[in-house]
């Protein structure tokens, strides 16, 4: 049986109880209300027409009792209508938010990502639609995100299979010599390959499964080596780089995640900082972390595109991104391993004012830890 017409028999089913208590109730209640005036009635009555007080008695209760009856009985069709049209009506509304919840899930299951429920009270099914368009929602982005990412990894592997088979092509023309061609057609597979293990890389940040070796480090030793990493790089482009941090404790984090990091904040700051800007990196100790920031005298990124700044294969200037060689997936590598050991990243920024980007990695002690340590010896 449909949910209306057994949410309507249900209620009719309460009704008709309730109407067949309230007649055992006033079987069973109803002589002890009117006991005091039929005995008053009956010796009234006896000395008016000489009967017996008990039979007079017996018939004004026989007669009280038929008569409450009979009111009973004769207020029943119109008792019955309105509890019929009340169960209808209460019925019908709740089979219809039913019937909705129905239709919304059939359509989720099938994949219908954009429909919403209407949520119009505050009861239980009103709070069951609002969670069903949360996860909508969801589901929405998540298949969005898909979508994209397809789209995505086919555009960045078809540029590289482009100059393949062009190189392929022009060294059976005799258009290129082996030699040029085989340096060319390495370089695209290095992209290639960058590309695969970057998008290897985000699969496992976003999933929760990178390993980590988590240990005690020397911020300086680690600003120092990035600094030597990318010195020739800057040198090259034009773009003044410098670092700056002194005297800052232990961090515990991983050594080489911590450097990738580094590595794609830097190289994301190169790219988009013209020849003659300066990237600047500055550590200090925000209890209880290190906090490092990086930031660049670049082209800046518009404010209503920070919040996105971090989604895979995002780019603010996705034209010019391509032709310089970044994967777009850098931040969102980046963000992921500084929360995978406990950090968190944040981005402020202006269009054509350059762009900061800062993180921050746990301290080795923390201020609590190092009391909790003293107070032992």
């Known amino acids: 049986m449909r949910f209306f ?29 009117y006991r005091d005036h039929v005995e008053r009635m009956a010796a009234m009555m006896t000395g008016m027409v000489g009967s017996t007080h008990h039979e007079l008695r017996t018939d004004l209760v026989a007669g009280l009792r038929s008569t409450l009856n009979r009111a009973l009985l004769a207020s029943l069709p119109l008792a019955g209508g309105v509890a019929l049209v009340t169960a209808w009506w209460m019925s019908r509304g709740l089979g219809r938010s039913v019937h909705l919840l129905d239709e919304g899930s059939r359509s989720l299951a099938q994949g219908n990502y954009s429909r919403r429920l209407p949520v119009t009270g505050r009861d239980e099914l009103s709070d069951l639609a609002h969670n069903l368009n949360v996860m909508a929602g969801t589901l929405e982005k998540v298949e969005q995100g898909r979508v994209e990412l397809i789209g995505n990894v086919a555009h960045e592997l078809r540029a590289p299979l482009a100059a393949l088979r062009g190189y392929a092509d022009a060294m059976q023309d005799g258009v290129m010599t082996p030699e040029h061609a085989a340096q060319a057609i390495s370089r695209e597979v290095a992209a290639m390959d960058r590309l695969i293990r970057d998008l290897s890389l985000v699969s496992r940040v976003e999933a929760g499964r990178v390993e980590l070796h988590l240990k005690p480090l020397d911020p300086a030793v680690l600003l120092s080596a990035v600094k030597e990493r990318f010195s020739l790089s800057f040198e090259e482009k034009g773009v003044a780089l410098q670092v700056t941090g002194n005297d800052l404790p232990l961090i515990r984090a991983d050594e080489e995640r911590t450097l990738q990091v580094l590595t794609n904040l830097l190289s994301n700051a190169l790219r988009h900082t013209p020849v003659g800007g300066q990237v600047s990196i500055h550590a200090e100790v925000r209890q209880p972390y290190l906090k490092v920031t990086v930031e660049d005298s670049g082209t800046g990124i518009p404010v209503e595109q920070l919040p996105r700044i971090f989604e895979r294969f995002y780019r603010a200037d996705p034209a010019r991104s391509r032709t310089e060689g970044g994967s777009g997936v850098g931040l969102t590598i980046a963000r992921g391993l500084v929360e995978a050991m406990h950090g968190e990243m944040q981005v402020s920024s202006e269009e054509g004012d350059g762009s900061s980007f800062s993180f921050t990695i746990p301290l080795l002690v923390t201020p609590a830890l190092h009391e909790n340590k003293a107070g032992s010896i």
Not at 6 to 27: C, K, T
Request: no cysteine.
């Open 5 to 33: 017409p057994r949410l309507v028999l249900s209620n009719l089913l309460v009704i008709v109880l309730a109407v067949g208590s309230m007649f055992i109730a006033a079987e069973l209640l109803a002589p002890s209300f």
